[in-house]
Every structure is written in structure tokens, then in C-alpha cells.
């Protein structure tokens, strides 16, 4: 019990962090961007590992006891890979090919964290790809994230308001990698209902692991559509 609480306390604590960090908001792509003549990076960033987030009105005890019911899910969602979206690479390596552009494809998978920072300001990258940009000879960068993904579930205390969803959160962004000011840039989490029944430690939870599924497919076609609709 102590370990759910300790837990508890984490995540309620990186919730709290996050509500007080920088939110870039959504830039809509030039609609003359799309054009030929340009050179573009393309990569995926680093894959999270799936996680099981319970929403509403919760105390830590409450998050405790939630977090012992759902130990076998959240152990589950951990085997859960989200490798699909890897190919969300090639899908825009084709949509700036077939516009005239020159696709780089970035083979390796980044690791974001390990980066080096260029502060929060507002209308530019969290992040600095001089690295990217030396090694590759690329002027503008894509970047395509998936930053979270599993099951969430409402709850009033430990008590369950809703049915579980699967989720995915992505974002995209498009660098100019001269002065790393934004482009483009799109956030968005995209929730499935989890068909009946759900609760199947035994059989692996196939209902599950394929909510989960299609809310990363949801999100990754989300992502294109956003990219091109704007792109003129």
C-alpha cells in the first residue's frame, strides 16, 4: 500500500508540474509551405512506454486503491508497443514527396530528453537539433511524437464514472532549424472506447490492447490530416 501511495504522490506531483509549464499553442503551416524546392528532415521521436491514467476528482488514497485494482492492466500496458507509429515517418516522407519536396528521412529513433534545451519561448522548439541539422544538412525539421498512450478511465474518488478508453497524445512540429522557430506545431489526445468486456487479465486483455491500437492509429491520421489541411 505504501508503494501505491508513494506512486500516487508522483504522479499527482508531475500533473501538478505540468499544468504550471509552457504551453505552446497550435501554429498553422504557411499554405505556401508546401511547395517544391525545399529540403526536409523527418523523424520520430522516442516511443513511450503505454501507461494506465485515471482522470477526475482523486485523492492520493483514492489513486492508491485504483492503482491495486488496476495492477494487472497497468502491467499489461507496459508489453503494449507502440511500433506502429514509426511508420507515421514514411506516411510524411510521401505526403512532401509527392508536393516537390526533398525528404530526408532521420533513421534513428531520438531520444527528446536527451537533447540539449533551448528554454521555453513561446513560438519556438523545447529543443535544440543543431545536431540533427549538421549531421543530415537539412535546413527544416518534422518532428513527430508520440507522447503518451493507453487507457484512462473518470473516477469521483476510487469509485469508476466511466469505462476505460484507449488514448494517444501526439504532437508535430516543424523547425527551422537556423533559428529553431516553430512552423508548425499541433497537440492533440484522441480517446477510443474500449469494447466489452474489457477485463481480461487472463486472455491478455485483446479488448484492450486493441482500443489502445486504434487510438494510436486515430491520433497518427490526425496528425496528416492536420499537417496537409493546413498546408493549402
Not at 540533427?132 to 473516477?155: A, E, P, S
Request: one cysteine or more.
Amino acid at each position: 500500500m505504501i508503494k501505491k501511495i508513494f506512486k500516487g504522490i508522483i504522479l499527482l506531483s508531475l500533473l501538478g508540474l505540468f499544468g504550471c509549464a509552457h504551453v505552446q499553442k497550435p501554429i498553422t503551416l504557411d499554405s505556401n509551405y508546401l511547395k517544391p524546392g525545399k529540403k526536409v528532415g523527418v523523424l520520430v521521436a522516442n516511443l513511450p512506454e503505454g501507461s494506465f491514467m485515471p482522470a477526475g476528482q482523486i485523492g492520493l488514497l483514492d489513486y492508491a486503491i485504483i492503482s491495486g485494482a488496476n495492477g494487472d492492466l497497468e502491467e499489461h500496458l507496459k508489453q503494449v508497443k507502440a511500433n506502429d507509429f514509426i511508420q507515421t515517418k514514411n506516411q510524411f516522407l510521401n505526403i512532401l514527396k509527392k508536393r516537390g519536396i526533398k525528404a530526408v528521412e532521420i533513421k534513428e529513433i531520438v531520444d527528446l530528453d536527451k537533447l540539449p534545451s533551448n528554454g521555453e519561448k513561446e513560438g519556438f522548439s523545447v529543443k535544440n537539433f543543431s545536431q540533427i541539422k549538421n549531421k543530415y544538412d537539412i535546413n527544416d525539421l518534422l518532428v513527430l511524437r508520440l507522447v503518451n498512450f493507453g487507457v484512462t478511465r473518470n473516477y469521483y474518488g476510487f469509485v469508476p464514472t466511466s469505462g476505460p478508453n484507449g488514448f494517444a497524445a501526439i504532437e508535430g512540429q516543424l523547425i527551422d532549424l537556423n533559428s529553431h522557430q516553430l512552423k508548425w506545431y499541433y497537440r492533440e489526445s484522441l480517446q477510443n472506447a474500449i469494447s466489452e468486456p474489457w477485463d481480461e487479465p487472463g486472455l491478455k486483455f485483446p479488448n484492450v490492447s486493441e482500443g489502445v491500437y486504434k487510438a494510436i492509429e486515430q491520433a497518427s491520421f490526425a496528425l496528416r490530416q492536420k499537417f496537409t489541411a493546413t498546408g493549402g
